[in-house]
C-alpha cells in the first residue's frame, strides 16, 4: 500500500541555522509533491510545490528537493527563525489525483 | 485562492448525540474534502463530497457514521453521529488540491466529547 514517511520526532534547531525536514513515499510514483505547514489549532497552509522534472525549488529562505530515484523529498528552511515553529507536512500527489494524503508531519522548534 | 468559513469553531459533546460541521466557501467548487485530525496526529481523509452525488468515504469510514451533504457548489456539511469520546478531534473541511494546485483549509472544528 501506499505510505509516506516523515520524521516522527520532533526536530529542535537553533536560530539560524538550516533547518532540514525529510519525506519518503513508498508504492507511489507521484508527479508532483507538495509542502504544508500547519500551526497548532490552525488548518494546513500551502507553502511550495514541486513536479516530478524539478529536482530543486526555491521560495524565499525555503529549498525543496525531489528525487524521484530515491523516492525522497528534502525541505529547507535557511536562517531559521523562531516563528518557523510549526508542523511541516508534505503531499505527494498523482497526474490525475485530486485528493490530497498528508505524511504524518515533522514538528519543528527554532530556539532562539 | 479559496476562502472557507467553518462552523462551529469548537464544540463540547454529550457521547451519543450528533454535531453536524458546516463548511462554507466563497467561491464555486467541484470537490470539497473532509479530514479528521485526532491529537497528535496527521490529517486523515473521510471523504470526497460532490454536488449532486453520494460522498465517496475513504476506508475505515462510514456514511452511517459521517453522514456528509452537499447541497450545491459552496456549502457542505459532515455530521459525526453517535458520538463516543474515540471522536473527540479536530474535523477540517478543504477544497483544491488537484494534481498540481494547492489545497485550501477552514480553520476546524475542535470537537470534544464526554
Known amino acids: 500500500s501506499q505510505k509516506i514517511e516523515q520524521n516522527s520526532e520532533a526536530l529542535n534547531i537553533q536560530e539560524g541555522k538550516t533547518a532540514t525536514l525529510t519525506c519518503n513515499y513508498t508504492?507511489?510514483?507521484?508527479?508532483?509533491l507538495q509542502w504544508y505547514r500547519q500551526d497548532p489549532g490552525r488548518g494546513p497552509v500551502f507553502l511550495l510545490l514541486?513536479?516530478?522534472?524539478?529536482k530543486e525549488k526555491r521560495k524565499e529562505r525555503l529549498k525543496v528537493t525531489f528525487d524521484t530515484t530515491l523516492k525522497q523529498s528534502l525541505f529547507h528552511i535557511t536562517a531559521s527563525q523562531p516563528a518557523d515553529s510549526a508542523t511541516y507536512l508534505c503531499?505527494?500527489?498523482?497526474?490525475?489525483?485530486?485528493?490530497?494524503?498528508f505524511g504524518a508531519g515533522t514538528r519543528l522548534f527554532v530556539k532562539a | 485562492s479559496a476562502v472557507i468559513s467553518q462552523k462551529p469553531s469548537r464544540d463540547i459533546c454529550q457521547r451519543g448525540t450528533s454535531l453536524t460541521i458546516q463548511c462554507q466557501v466563497d467561491?464555486?467548487?467541484?470537490?470539497m474534502f473532509w479530514y479528521r485530525q485526532q491529537p497528535g496526529q496527521s490529517l486523515t481523509l473521510i471523504a470526497t463530497?460532490?454536488?449532486?452525488?453520494?460522498?465517496?468515504?475513504e476506508s475505515g469510514f462510514v456514511i452511517d457514521k459521517f453522514p456528509i451533504s452537499r447541497p450545491n457548489l459552496t456549502f457542505s456539511t459532515l455530521t459525526v453521529s453517535n458520538m463516543s469520546p474515540e471522536d473527540s478531534s479536530i474535523y477540517l473541511c478543504?477544497?483544491?488540491?488537484?494534481?498540481?494546485?494547492?489545497?485550501?483549509f477552514g480553520q476546524g472544528t475542535r470537537l470534544t466529547v464526554v
Open positions: 463530497a460532490n454536488q449532486g452525488s453520494e460522498a465517496t468515504y
Open positions: 467561491s464555486q467548487v467541484t470537490m
Open positions: 503531499a505527494p500527489l498523482g497526474t490525475g489525483g485530486f485528493k490530497t494524503i
Open positions: 514541486i513536479r516530478e522534472n524539478e
Open positions: 508504492n507511489y510514483s507521484p508527479a508532483y
Open positions: 478543504s477544497v483544491g488540491g488537484r494534481a498540481n494546485t494547492e489545497a485550501f
